[in-house]
């Protein structure tokens, strides 16, 4: 009698009616994804014009998992210096230094494609001739390089002859020197190499803003000014692993805290790459203001191309990017339930899909 007293009750009530509209929801959201075929009462009479393309379900955030405390690792700072800021820039130095210990590597490398100005300014490296020859100089001068596959292949080398676990560490890792490292080795095949010798990835910035909280810049120049008080050749990659360990070790910090297991960083590199083609199939929408930059980042990220979108709204024209957008993972929506950002959306696709009344004129 109890139990169906609280049934009957306002709250068992409310409670009901939540769940239904969650489950309605829910199915709303999953025929805009899954295409005809897939909503009740479709029958399978014909095998053409079927709406059966899927749109991806949300993508939950990838998580990375962190390094375990482990006595037998070895810290190795490194350093790049590229072509350009881009994940997919080519190298023109790698460098490297043992933690505690005098054994460092550093290469030059040749690249393909052109140095960018801003990179050339900071690191002194631009690209030349000799004898008809292409180099690459520093300050001017040539400096003797090796191909971009030679110099991944000695870095390698040079860290299975270490004959330790290594955690690689850079200032600014995980945003740019691991994902161009990455980047790198798998446009030479070389990715899988890594396993043999190194284990993860370790971010200075982080670790240092957390040991100095009360410091104005956290560039590694200004944090080598402020706490070893010496100059250095800044933007050189063997100098500057050099004055990341003296800042490291001056600061206490500890990078361990910011590290992450090697196959995170290769799921990260493969996430990252997946995300950044749905990201650019979306510029049209940034370009004409119907999306932010930084919403179409989020629907880029949650698995959404400018073609599922387009696939939502053909499917249903007046709720089909708003059960598309609004979908939940988790506690948050898919990409927004904003309805200025929605009409922009479907307004977009309004101009660029012919309605059937224009098509049979």
Not at 88 to 103: E, F, G
Not at 137 to 163: C, H, I, R, T, Y
Not at 211 to 231: M, R
Request: some cysteine; charged content about 20%.
């Amino acid at each position: 009698m109890k139990r169906r007293a609280r049934a009957t009750s306002r709250a068992g009530k409310l409670k009901r009616r939540l769940l239904r509209t969650k489950r309605t929801s829910q199915q709303a959201s999953s025929e805009i994804r899954e295409g005809v075929s897939y909503s009740s009462g479709c029958t399978l009479t014909t095998t053409t014009d079927l709406d059966t393309e899927e749109i991806p379900a949300p993508q939950k955030p990838l998580i990375l998992q962190r390094l375990s405390s482990h006595p037998g690792r070895s810290l190795v700072f490194f350093d790049l210096e590229a072509t350009g800021l881009s994940r997919t820039s080519q190298l023109t130095q790698i460098a490297a230094k043992v933690a505690n210990t005098d054994t460092t590597f550093s290469c030059y490398m040749l690249p393909t494609t052109p140095i960018h100005s801003g990179a050339a300014a900071a690191t002194g490296l631009t690209l030349g001739s000799s004898g008809g020859v292409r180099v690459l100089l520093k300050a001017g001068k040539p400096v003797n390089s090796v191909s971009q596959e030679d110099g991944l292949k000695a870095f390698l080398e040079w860290l299975e002859g270490l004959a330790v676990s290594v955690v690689l560490v850079a200032h600014n890792c995980l945003k740019y020197d691991m994902p161009v490292l990455l980047n790198a080795l798998q446009s030479a095949g070389l990715l899988a190499r890594l396993e043999e010798s190194v284990h993860g990835f370790a971010d200075s910035l982080p670790a240092l803003k957390s040991a100095l909280p009360q410091q104005v810049s956290y560039g590694l120049e200004q944090l080598h000014s402020a706490l070893v008080k010496t100059p250095y050749a800044a933007h050189d990659a063997i100098a500057d692993v050099s004055a990341l360990e003296k800042v490291v070790v001056k600061a206490g910090a500890d990078v361990l805290s910011t590290s992450i297991t090697l196959k995170s960083a290769v799921d990260k590199l493969q996430h990252d790459a997946a995300s950044a083609v749905r990201r650019v199939s979306l510029d049209v929408l940034v370009s004409d203001k119907s999306l932010s930059s930084a919403i179409a980042g989020k629907a880029a990220a949650s698995g959404l191309s400018y073609h599922h979108m387009k696939l939502a709204f053909t499917r249903d024209k007046d709720g089909g990017i708003s059960k598309l957008f609004t979908e939940k993972i988790g506690t948050t929506r898919r990409v927004t339930a904003q309805k200025r950002i929605i009409a922009a959306v479907c307004t977009h696709f309004q101009r660029v899909i012919p309605s059937p009344a224009s098509v049979s004129t």
